[in-house]
């Protein structure tokens, strides 16, 4: 149904479930799912991934406990997850019938401290493993909008690129409420080559909800709008439950009417709840049809005597697409000039330095453990000073502006998560490493390389290991990652 109604261009509700533990919500879910419309849209199951907790029931399982099949859309979230564990989870849903994914990083894994060796399987090589594994199933992906420092919001948008060249039939917003984001997110994919719908996840906003909210990564509450739900609040329970729900609707509404082709519906959890949704839809639809419209009523459902506007962007930071002026520091571009020239010397397989050096790499001395471990020892020890490497053993430094993926917590090379806070990292440790890559590729004009090289995944089975040899036996490489070896390493 998903697919059906994307190619039509009907608008759709895709209905969040997180199954948690037990799974005593599905039969409340399978009950608000018997509607199958809502305002006359088909509705659409999506099964969250260990949402709650990582002992949530498997979307899979939980999908197994509905008495009777619903047109599903299920989530794969790679935290503490690798090539195997995603390519176990298609042959599941073949076994299931099931053809509709949508594919996300992840939030931090509770309990994951920086310097743990846990990595994720991140969204861009996730949608190529199953467009190769299944290049007719439905594939979605996730975009943040929400950012409003250039470099966190340019590196979204260039993750974005790179999502949609992978394989992505449609991309869904992450939960957000400001409608300037909403309409920047729509004109910068009107603008792609090929365009895809979106998606945008919406949910209804209470101060309960916002002070939980203001926990989620990449979630943005700003103080202005937490003041004026808790005066909601202030007036009664039943009065803030009723203006959250109409603003749910009226969000929904200016959604449809931006040209989103639907929204991603959360914290809606029984067959009153949409009811009441449908109607404060309905009371509304006939009244607001044009864009202009709805802003002034968006506005409006903003407003509360007392109280000063509401902000839906942090104090002091306002970037917009389209806006750039910020450079990397002398620090950044000496790091990365000085990497790069050193990448010209020993891995081009250009020049005699590198050919030298590379007959030497391929010496069958470091084909035993001894060897083995002696130039994994040395590589390690020459580059993690520089570079933080962790020794991966498929080195991405090049194709990563010589900012290690290793030194991102999540293991993530092809652009951010969407949990980072105005350049902060999720972890909140440090400033998120691609930031700083987008810096150094915008003065050194190599943004390219944040588009369009999508990156593959590092198997666990050739981590800890020196990358060196197999850089100069391509066909190893290829062989690997079923693609053609870059052209740089470190």
């Known amino acids: 149904m998903l697919r059906e109604a994307l190619r039509e261009q009907r608008f759709v509700c895709v209905v969040e479930f997180v199954p948690g533990r037990c799974g005593e919500r599905c039969a409340v879910f399978e009950s608000m799912m018997q509607r199958a419309q809502l305002c006359g849209w088909p509705m659409v199951a999506a099964v969250a991934d260990r949402v709650s907790s990582s002992q949530d029931l498997s979307p899979l399982t939980a999908c197994s406990r509905l008495t009777r099949p619903l047109p599903t859309l299920l989530h794969f979230s790679g935290k503490d997850r690798e090539r195997h564990d995603l390519l176990r989870q298609l042959e599941q849903m073949d076994a299931a019938g099931l053809d509709q994914l949508l594919l996300l990083s992840g939030d931090r894994l509770p309990g994951h401290q920086p310097g743990q060796p846990i990595r994720y ?52 917003l992450q939960l957000g409420f400001d409608a300037q984001k909403h309409r920047e997110a729509h004109q910068w994919m009107q603008q792609q080559a090929a365009p895809v719908p ?70 809606i959890h029984t067959p009153e709840q949409l009811q009441a949704l449908e109607q404060v839809i309905t009371n509304r639809l006939s009244d607001i049809q044009t864009l202009s419209q709805w802003s002034a009523a968006w506005d409006a459902s903003w407003q509360m005597p007392g109280l ?40 081009s397989r250009n020049n005699p330095v590198s050919r030298g050096f590379g007959w030497l790499c391929r010496r069958p001395l ?46 993530l090379a092809n652009g951010p998560c969407g949990g980072t806070r105005l350049n902060r990292c999720e972890f909140g440790d440090r400033e998120c490493i691609h930031s700083v890559k987008y810096r150094t590729a915008r003065t050194t004009g190599q943004t390219h390389v944040l588009t369009e090289r999508l990156i593959p995944c590092v198997d666990a089975d050739v981590r800890h290991q020196s990358s060196w040899p197999r850089w100069f036996t391509p066909d190893v490489e290829e062989r690997h990652h079923g693609r053609r070896a870059p052209d740089e390493a470190v």
């Not at 594994?133 to 470099?151: C, I, V």
């Not at 430094?397 to 293991?411: A, M, Q, V």
């Open 121 to 172: 399987l991140e969204s861009v090589p996730a949608l190529q493993i199953v467009r190769q594994a299944r290049p007719t199933w439905l594939l979605g992906a996730a975009l943040n909008p929400f950012k409003y420092h250039e470099e966190e919001g340019g590196a979204q948008y260039f993750k974005a690129q790179k999502k949609l060249a992978a394989g992505a039939d449609f991309l869904t």
């Open 366 to 411: 470091w084909r035993t453990p001894r060897g083995a471990r002696w130039l994994h020892q040395l590589e390690r020890r020459l580059k993690g000073p520089v570079a933080g490497c962790d020794t991966c053993g498929s080195c991405r430094l090049e194709e990563t502006l010589y900012i290690c993926p290793e030194t991102c917590p999540k293991g």
């Open 198 to 267: 979106l998606l945008a996840c919406v949910m209804a906003l209470t101060f309960k909800n916002a002070t939980l909210l203001e926990k989620v990564p990449g979630v943005v509450v700003t103080a202005s709008m937490r003041d004026l739900l808790a005066a909601e609040a202030a007036v009664s329970r039943a009065y803030a439950r009723e203006r959250s729900l109409f603003r749910l609707g009226l969000q929904i509404i200016g959604l449809r009417l931006m040209g989103y082709a639907g929204i991603h519906l959360s914290g």
């Open 308 to 347: 000063a506007s509401v902000s839906f962007h942090p104090a002091h930071a306002d970037w917009q697409l389209g806006e750039s002026g910020v450079r990397a520091t002398g620090k950044e571009q000496c790091r990365y000039h000085m990497l790069s020239a050193l990448h010209a010397l020993l891995f």
